[in-house]
């Protein structure tokens, strides 16, 4: 039989052993997290360029053409209403507004109001700013596929080239009871035709045969809307090495918005993982139905942080009206209260259920948001549009 010492020293070489698979684990799972941290908590400055696709190479006459039909309400069924309606320079590209009246309306943002009688909805979600929509996509390495972009608050179309389309055969932005989204479609082929102006137009920013097209329309406002960038903000130069760019309050934010769990959504470039997630932000009360998101499922797209000065009220259908309020939901989500009565708490994201966040953390957070903000895209406004129509559409 074995000795009494060498028992001893075989239940230590145990105890060792175990000691030390414990210890690889530890180890190893410290590397997962800490790798899972490096994937998520990463965010840089914007680049400085642009990703054109290969299949729309820009030119000058091409933005030139895009921000003419930017800005013309020859595009939209009854002539009333241009891109610029909703998404307007002087509100950033986006639109002082909780949710868009489009087609059959007046006036301009907030002051925008249904004419009488009217039959057309509201556009059922916030207008997204298209400052910065070069870039959507965009992950935590600055790498992105500009034919491949997401839009919308669904993600339900990829590409500039594709979204800018879309709200012309939309019932309620731009195309009006009188068309179908297919008739819709020749009947703006058939005005821009008919336009001397276009016509010289289109030959000089395409060079085809028959260049007033569809999808040529689609690449005009697209490459216009690439030229529509704010990567200079004060947070992008302290990212670019200037430390002294943000103040100690928007470092101490920085730091508060990463430590909270903020960033595990808002990250890259961007401040968005381009994901759906699931929320509970209340339903608005203008719309006659349940907006329930993503493959019906109450999941919406991360959007930006930059620029948020110019995009309030906020989240897919604007019922959250500052930035206070949004943090003060997501300080609920923590608490397990679900603001809306279709979403169940346990259907929410975790990764919105487990923020660390509390009132005192709010203040420096949003100073740090604010340093995110850039006004310097190009704000220019044609003075006519080709059609003698009104610019912007019928905004006065």
């Known amino acids: 039989m074995p000795s009494y010492f060498a028992k001893i020293v075989c239940f230590a070489i145990v105890i060792i052993c175990l000691g030390c698979k414990e210890k690889a684990k530890y180890i190893s799972s410290e590397n997962k997290n800490e790798q899972l941290e490096q994937s998520i908590n990463q965010v840089t400055a914007l680049p400085k360029q642009v990703i054109h696709p290969k299949t729309n190479i820009p030119n000058n ?17 009854d002539k009333d209403v241009a891109c610029a309606t909703c998404h307007h320079p002087k509100n950033g590209y986006a639109e002082f507004r909780d949710i868009s009246i489009g087609v059959n309306g007046k006036g301009f943002a907030s002051k925008r109001t249904f004419n009488s009688p009217n039959t057309i909805p509201f556009v059922k979600r916030n207008a997204h700013t298209i400052v910065n929509t070069a ?3 965009i992950d935590i390495d600055s790498n992105y596929n500009p034919e491949d972009a997401p839009m919308f608050w669904d993600s339900r179309v990829k590409s500039l080239e594709a979204q800018a389309i879309e709200p012309i055969k939309a019932l309620e932005e731009m195309r009006g009871s009188h068309f179908t989204d297919t008739d819709i479609l020749q009947k703006v082929i058939t005005r821009l035709r008919s336009i001397p102006e276009y016509q010289k137009l289109f030959k000089a920013a395409f060079n085809e045969e028959y260049p007033i097209t569809i999808e040529n329309i689609g690449k005009a406002i697209a490459t216009f809307e690439r030229t529509l960038i704010s990567n200079n903000s004060n947070f992008d130069r302290y990212m670019r090495g200037e430390s002294t760019a943000i103040s100690l309050a928007e470092k101490e934010g920085f730091k508060l918005f990463k430590q909270v769990g903020c960033i595990n959504c808002h990250n890259g470039p961007m401040f968005s993982d381009y994901k759906m997630h699931v929320l509970s932000v209340p339903e ?3 719309l006659n139905f349940i907006d329930d998101g993503f493959e019906k499922q109450f999941s919406f797209r991360t959007p930006t942080l930059r620029n948020l000065r110019f995009t309030a ?5 604007g019922t959250l009206p500052t930035l206070e309020k949004v943090l003060e939901f997501y300080e609920d989500l923590s608490f397990k209260k679900s ?4 979403v169940h708490i346990q259907l929410i994201d975790s ?3 487990n923020l660390q966040l509390s009132v005192k ?5 949003i100073s740090f948001l604010n340093s995110l903000n850039d006004d310097t895209f190009d704000d220019s406004i044609p003075k006519v549009v080709p059609s003698g129509l009104e610019v912007g559409g019928n905004i006065n």
């Open 351 to 353: 990764l919105a259920q």
């Open 361 to 365: 953390e709010m203040s420096p957070i």
């Open 135 to 137: 870039f959507n996509g």
């Open 284 to 286: 608005n009360n203008k």
């Open 339 to 342: 603001r809306n009565p279709n």
């Open 313 to 317: 009220p906020y989240m897919h259908n």
């Open 61 to 77: 006459h091409k933005i030139k053409l895009g921000q003419l039909l930017f800005f013309d309400p020859i595009l939209s069924g």
